[in-house]
C-alpha cells in the first residue's frame, strides 16, 4: 500500500506545479508529447505568412511574409507557453486557419491592414470578457456530455482528412462541376506521385510501430517519414507542387542553403482599434467581429474537448481541468495574435497529436512553445518536414479519437442525429464551428419537436439562435451591409 502512495507522490516541486505524476505521465512522455504537437503544426508557420500575404487591403498593401512568419513563430510560442503554465493543460495555439483567410480576403479588403487586425484584438477581448464573467463555461457546460463526445469524434475525422488531403492522398477534383464526386484519391483516381508514396509508406510505418506499442511511435513515424522524404527528393527531384502537380504540398524535403535567419518583427503592435469603425462603418465592422467571435469560441471549445477525450482527462460533465483557465488564455492568444498582425491565434486540434504520443499536462507545451520560439531563428529547418511527414501522425490520431463514438447512444435519435450531424458536418465542411452549430441546432429543434424541450439547457436556445445567425450571415451581410 505505501509502495502505491510512494509512486503517486510527485517527485519535485516542478512535478506538482504541473501533476505529471497525478496525471499518470512522465517527463519523457511530456517531451515526446511536446515534440509530436510541434512537427504536426509547425506548417502554420509557413501556411500562415502565405495567406495572409495573399491578400491586399483597401489601399492595395501585403504584408511582408518575413515579418509574418516571425510574428506567427512568436505568438505561437508565446502562447502556447502561456498555456502550460496557466491552465496547465497540453493544448498549443497559433494563428488559425480559416479565420486568417477571413481577415486577409473578406475583413483587410475593406479597410487598412492595422484595422483588420484591430478588429481581430476586439474580437479577443470580448472573448476574455466573456469567460471572466463565466458565460463562456457557462455555454460549454450547457452541452449535453454525449453531444461533447460527437465533438471529439467529429474532430478526430477532421484530423484524418486534414492528413489525407494535405499528404495528396486525397485531391479535391479540379473541376467537381463535371462530376458527382468531389474529392478523388489521388490524382485522377490514382496514387501516381512520389510524396503520396512516402506518406503511405510512412503512415504503415507508424501503424506498426503503434500497434506495437513502441514509445515515441508517432514521433518516429514523422521523423522516419521526413528522412524518407529528403532521400526521395534528392533521387527524384519532384520539387513543389507549385511547380509541378505531382509534388510536395508546401515543404520541399531538403537541407536548407542556411540554417539561421534573423527574425523580422516589425508588424508586432501595427493594428488599430477604431480605424475599421471610421472606415468601413460600424455595420461592417460589427458583422465581422461577430462572425470572428462564434468561430473562435466554439472552435476551442470543441478542440479542448477532444484533446481532453484523447487524453481520458474530462470530468463527469465532460469538461477539461481548468476549464477557465484554457478558455482565458485562448481568448489573450486571439487579441495577441491580432497585436502582432499574424490574425487570431486559437487552440490548434493538432495538439491531440502530442497526446497520443503520451502528453497529459502543460509541460509538453513548454516544449512545443520553446520549438515555436526557436524556430523564429531556425525557420529554414522547420521547412525541412513535408506535410506527408506530418500528416502521417494525423490520421493516426483520428483512429484514437474515433473510438469514443461508443459512448454515444444510437439509440436514442435526439441525440443520436445531432451527434450524426455533428461528426460528418465538421471534416466535409472543413469547420468545427459548422459541426458544432449543426449539432446544437438540430438538438435543440428534435428534442422541442419530441416534447423534451424541457431537457434542454436554456442558454442552449440562445446559442441555437446565435448559429442560425451564423449560418444566415451570408444574406444578412448582402441585406444589412
Not at 206 to 225: D, E, M, P, S, W
Not at 259 to 285: K, T
Not at 315 to 325: F, G, I, L, Q, V
Not at 412 to 437: C, E, H, K, Q, R
Request: charged letters at 10%.
Amino acid at each position: 500500500m505505501s509502495s502505491v502512495v510512494e509512486t503517486a507522490a510527485p517527485r519535485n516541486g516542478f512535478d506538482r506545479f504541473f501533476e505529471i505524476t497525478k496525471r499518470g505521465s512522465t517527463l519523457s512522455r511530456e517531451i515526446r508529447g511536446g515534440f509530436v504537437t510541434f512537427f504536426t503544426m509547425a506548417y502554420i508557420v509557413v501556411l500562415n505568412p502565405l495567406i495572409l500575404a495573399g491578400g491586399a487591403d483597401q489601399k492595395g498593401a501585403h504584408l511582408p511574409l518575413a515579418a509574418l512568419a516571425a510574428g506567427t513563430a512568436l505568438v505561437a510560442g508565446v502562447m502556447t507557453i502561456l498555456m502550460g503554465v496557466v491552465a496547465r493543460f497540453p493544448l498549443a495555439l497559433a494563428a488559425g486557419l480559416g479565420v486568417n483567410a477571413l481577415v486577409a480576403f473578406e475583413i483587410a479588403p475593406q479597410m487598412t491592414w492595422a484595422d483588420a487586425m484591430g478588429l481581430v484584438v476586439i474580437e479577443g477581448v470580448l472573448i476574455g470578457i466573456l469567460v471572466l464573467t463565466g458565460l463562456r463555461t457557462a455555454v460549454f457546460k450547457a452541452v449535453p456530455t454525449q453531444l461533447k463526445t460527437a465533438i471529439g469524434v467529429g474532430i478526430g475525422l477532421f484530423l484524418m482528412i486534414i492528413g489525407l488531403v494535405d499528404s495528396g492522398f486525397v485531391h479535391r477534383v479540379p473541376d467537381a462541376s463535371n462530376t458527382t464526386v468531389p474529392v478523388e484519391l489521388g490524382l485522377g483516381g490514382k496514387l501516381l506521385t512520389w510524396p503520396t508514396l512516402v506518406f503511405s509508406i510512412g503512415l504503415l510505418f507508424t501503424l506498426v510501430l503503434f500497434v506495437r506499442k513502441v514509445k515515441g511511435a508517432i514521433l518516429i513515424g514523422i521523423l522516419g517519414t521526413t528522412v524518407l522524404a529528403i532521400a526521395v527528393e534528392a533521387i527524384a527531384g519532384v520539387g513543389s507542387v507549385v511547380q509541378n502537380p505531382h509534388g510536395w504540398s508546401l515543404n520541399v524535403p531538403k537541407m536548407p542553403e542556411k540554417v539561421v535567419s534573423s527574425p523580422d518583427l516589425s508588424l508586432l503592435g501595427h493594428f488599430n482599434v477604431l480605424g475599421s469603425w471610421q472606415h468601413a462603418g460600424w455595420l461592417v465592422a460589427l458583422m465581422f467581429v461577430f462572425t470572428l467571435l462564434v468561430a473562435d469560441f466554439f472552435d476551442t471549445m470543441g478542440t479542448m474537448v477532444a484533446v481532453g477525450q484523447e487524453g481520458e482527462m474530462l470530468d463527469a460533465e465532460s469538461m477539461p481541468p481548468r476549464t477557465k483557465e484554457i478558455l482565458l488564455v485562448d481568448s489573450i492568444a486571439a487579441a495577441a495574435g491580432g497585436a502582432a498582425s499574424v490574425s487570431s491565434n486559437t487552440s490548434f486540434v493538432e495538439s491531440a497529436s502530442g497526446v497520443g504520443e503520451g502528453a497529459r499536462t502543460g509541460v509538453a507545451n513548454l516544449v512545443t512553445g520553446a520549438l515555436f520560439l526557436v524556430a523564429m531563428f531556425f525557420s529554414p529547418l522547420v521547412q525541412v518536414v513535408p506535410f506527408e511527414a506530418a500528416s502521417t501522425a494525423l490520421v493516426v490520431v483520428g483512429f484514437l479519437m474515433m473510438t469514443a463514438v461508443r459512448q454515444i447512444d444510437w439509440t436514442d435519435w435526439s441525440i443520436a442525429v445531432p451527434a450524426f450531424l455533428t461528426i460528418t458536418i465538421m471534416p466535409f465542411t472543413y469547420s468545427i464551428s459548422n459541426g458544432i452549430g449543426a449539432g446544437v441546432i438540430s438538438y435543440v429543434v428534435l428534442k422541442a419537436a419530441t416534447g423534451k424541450a424541457k431537457e434542454v439547457h436554456p442558454i442552449l436556445y440562445g446559442v441555437a439562435a446565435l448559429f442560425v445567425l451564423y449560418f444566415c450571415r451570408g444574406p444578412l451581410e448582402a441585406w444589412i451591409l
